[in-house]
């Protein structure tokens, strides 16, 4: 008998060695292959005929092959196999498929499954590229067993087959590990504890976990083809749910320890409130009122405060980070800001200056480019308690420095952080020995006061989709700016192609003529030989000596000196320069409302969360703006779906839900090391809808014993969470 947590070496059938291959794909268990669900199913209970095959269908075929052969065309190998049922003829091409060369004999039977299309020249139906698996050899090689063959036979045909992804470079097929997790499910042991509390399980009728890993695999014939494609079987459903539940199980228990600490009290009195006040260079929206309301609220309290700050770009997080700071200060206690770049934390630091140090407030800025006689002298400042907001990029996490007092720590722009790296920021403003020597408040009055922590609050630009926020963010508490400042017109976006530049460049000098400025951005720094992207120092060149020769052009890119990409913002910033030439560096933060054009070009190389964020700098003011996507050369399918979609809406969380479908959680963070959760079975864009319900449940569980749910049942659920929160997150840790 096989339990879950047995060795995959130990299934008949599976020796060391694809054992090894096994672990690759990350399955070392019983249980992790029984969670290797098919991808799709294919129904070859009811295969279809040849003869009743329709063009434009997905269909499934079961026949012979009768003849195949490589075709050699000028442009590539074409591989045709022809399969028969029959006197009817059905043809299958394959192409540059020089490796199917030995692949089919003569009288094998063959499952194909594709669509079904029409040739062109003979108004016959054909398959292309369809997937295939070779079912038997009319002429046995011998080295199976018959009967063997035969009741491997059984699990190809005449039903509902599950179909799964291959791996070992292949050597493990689909058709490998169906025979292998049959074995696996008839060996299994018929008592697998279900650790979902009774309560849960019967208010949402899942069904047994035993019963969930053999439908899923092995559905019965009445089963919705649908259904099973889609995900939405109740053993699909039941899986899925039992994953999403102990993710957020761990997630609400980290967010309920987290109130148990002990933070800092901040005092909300009056004098704090004018404070506040009397800062504010305009009248805060509604918004902006409600989410101060709940970040003071958080800072009252004397538990810390993990707050996510979200709100599109423009929409006024800055104001809000700088109220924050406020409370902290007028409390004696200091605030570090910190940033992605070295552009952005400048880009605070100016804001900051404006708005706090003319209130009197002490700020200073301190990032990794600074000499470091300036930054010994800053870090002085910062250790004996003189400054009082510091701002820096995150060298300021990683250089060590000392703070006297810290009660705040504000990060902006997170999600150029990653969430791994936002795990070890929160580590480290929070865990004893980590403060000692990051983030340290050097605070020795009162021991309680040592061991206090300091309030944090993230913000970020992107807006996620609540369904990842729900993950990635789950044991913080959100609020959301969801209304932009007032006087501002929507921005018109347009795509172009660079064929038109000359009309476009009359445009922008219309717009500059009239007082404004503009961006003009470009995907690379500089121009490599293969590639057909402009340089941005090309066309800098281009647009300052020959374009516009009688305006201000400047250009910033990454690999600038510090201290010459500080000139140019500050230059820009003040209305001395017309038109800024500049690669993604401005893609965060940069705040000039005078700037109402911005051309992207090659505008299809972008990514849809930066061609947002970077037209999130223009339409910052009350004139309005123009953002013209230029497009050089071909775009791809996905490309056109992006940049219609910028041309289509402004809203950012639907072109994040839009970004997050087309490219994957993973990609969305900017890395797959993102650190985000990676699942067995459960997929957050499909299962949106069941995240909620697990959040809603595991909130329910944690709340504690009542009539439905026993403390027992609820140790249990914790414990089970946390070995699997030990497995999948690793270092990560809860409780
Ligand atoms: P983001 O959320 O992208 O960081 P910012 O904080 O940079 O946005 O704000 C964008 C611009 O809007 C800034 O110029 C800021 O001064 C301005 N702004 C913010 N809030 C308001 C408001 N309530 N009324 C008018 N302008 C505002
Ligand atoms: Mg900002």
């Known amino acids: 008998m096989l339990d879950l947590a047995t060795p995959v070496q130990y299934v008949k059938g599976i020796g060391p060695r694809l054992a090894e291959m096994l672990a690759a794909k990350d399955i070392h268990t019983v249980d992790e292959l029984l969670h290797y669900l098919p991808f799709r199913y294919e129904d070859r209970l009811n295969p279809k005929g040849i003869s009743e095959l329709k063009p434009g269908e997905m269909a499934s075929v079961i026949a012979e092959v009768r003849t195949s052969g490589l075709f050699r065309t000028r442009r590539m190998p074409i591989f045709q196999m022809t399969a028969g049922q029959g006197r009817a003829r059905l043809k299958c091409i394959w192409f540059n498929a020089t490796y199917l060369r030995d692949k089919f004999k003569p009288g094998q039977m063959v499952a194909l499954y594709g669509k079904v299309e029409e040739d062109s020249h003979s108004d016959a139906l054909q398959l292309i590229q369809p997937q295939f698996e070779i079912l038997g050899d009319a002429a046995d090689d ?6 063997e063959q035969k009741a491997a036979d059984s699990l190809e045909i005449g039903r509902i087959v599950p179909i799964y992804e291959s791996a070992g470079q292949g050597r493990l097929t689909s058709r490998w590990f169906r025979r292998i997790i049959r074995t696996a499910l008839d060996n299994l042991t018929p008592d697998i504890p279900d650790l979902i509390p009774q309560a849960v399980r019967l208010r949402l009728s899942l069904v047994s976990p035993r019963e969930a890993l053999c439908q899923v695999h092995w559905p019965e014939a009445g089963e919705s083809f649908d259904d099973l494609q889609s995900s939405r079987t109740p053993a699909h459903v039941r899986l899925i749910f039992e994953e999403l539940f102990f993710l957020e199980l761990g997630l609400e228990l980290k967010r309920r320890q987290q109130k148990t600490k002990t933070g800092i009290a901040f005092s909300l009195e009056g004098r704090v409130r004018e404070a506040i006040k009397k800062i504010l260079p305009f009248h805060p929206t509604e918004a902006q009122k409600r989410v101060l309301k709940e970040i003071a609220s958080d800072m009252e309290k004397p538990s810390p405060m993990r707050r996510l700050l979200q709100g ?4 006024g997080k800055t104001i809000v980070a700088f109220e924050a700071a406020i409370i902290a200060m007028e409390n004696g206690y200091q605030v ?28 200073v800025l301190l990032t990794g480019s600074l000499e470091d006689d300036r930054k010994r002298e800053i870090r002085r400042h910062i250790v004996r308690g003189n400054a009082q907001l510091v701002i820096g990029t995150h060298s300021l996490i ?14 902006d722009e997170q ?10 920021l929160m580590k480290k403003s929070s865990d004893g020995e980590d403060r000692k020597s990051v983030l340290k408040s ?9 061991n206090a922590e300091p309030d944090v609050l993230v913000m970020t630009a992107t807006p996620i989709p609540r369904t990842l926020a729900l993950t990635v963010y789950g044991d913080l508490d959100v609020s959301v700016l969801d209304q932009m400042p007032p006087g501002r017109s929507p921005i018109v976006t347009r795509r172009v192609s660079d064929e038109r530049s000359a009309e476009v460049w009359d445009f922008v000098r219309k717009q500059i003529a009239v007082g404004h400025q503009a961006y003009v951005v470009y995907p690379v720094i500089e121009e490599k030989e293969e590639s057909e992207l402009k340089a941005a120092m090309k066309m800098y060149k281009e647009l300052s000596k020959r374009i516009f020769p009688d305006l201000r052009v400047a250009v910033l890119h990454g690999r600038m000196e510090p201290e010459l990409k500080d000139q140019v913002m500050r230059l820009f910033q003040k209305g001395e320069i017309d038109l800024l030439v500049a690669t993604t560096v ?13 051309v992207v070009e090659h505008a299809e190389r972008f990514g849809l969360a930066q061609l947002h964020q970077l037209r999130g700098r223009i339409g910052r003011g009350a004139a309005k703006s123009y953002c013209i996507l230029m497009t050089g050369g071909k775009v791809s399918e996905e490309g056109e779906r992006r940049l219609d979609a910028m041309v289509r809406t402004t809203d950012g969380f639907k072109i994040a839900e839009l970004d997050l479908e087309l490219r994957g ?29 697990a959040k809603r449940e595991a909130a329910a569980v944690l709340a504690g014993p009542n009539p439905d749910i026993t403390q027992a049942e609820i140790d249990k659920a914790v414990r089970h969470m946390r070995t699997r929160w030990q497995r999948t997150y690793g270092l990560v840790e809860v409780g």
């Open 142 to 147: 011998g080295s199976t067993d018959a009967a």
């Open 312 to 315: 599109d770009v423009g929409s």
């Open 336 to 363: 570090a800001l910190m940033a992605p770049t070295e552009i952005l934390a400048q880009q605070h630091y100016f804001s900051a200056r404006r708005i706090l140090e003319n209130a009197g407030y002490r700020v």
């Open 398 to 411: 990683e250089q060590k420095v000392e703070f006297a007092k810290l009660g705040l720590v504000i990060v």
């Open 415 to 424: 999600h150029r952080f990653g969430v791994l790296q936002r795990f070890k």
């Open 442 to 450: 050097g605070e020795t009055e009162g021991s309680s006061a040592e």
């Open 586 to 598: 401005i893609e965060v933060g940069v705040d000039v409302a005078n700037a109402t054009i911005m």
């Open 665 to 693: 959680p993973g990609e969305f963070f900017g890395t797959r090391q993102a650190g985000l959760p990676s699942f067995q079975v459960a997929n957050l864009i499909r299962d949106r809808q069941l995240l909620e319900v």
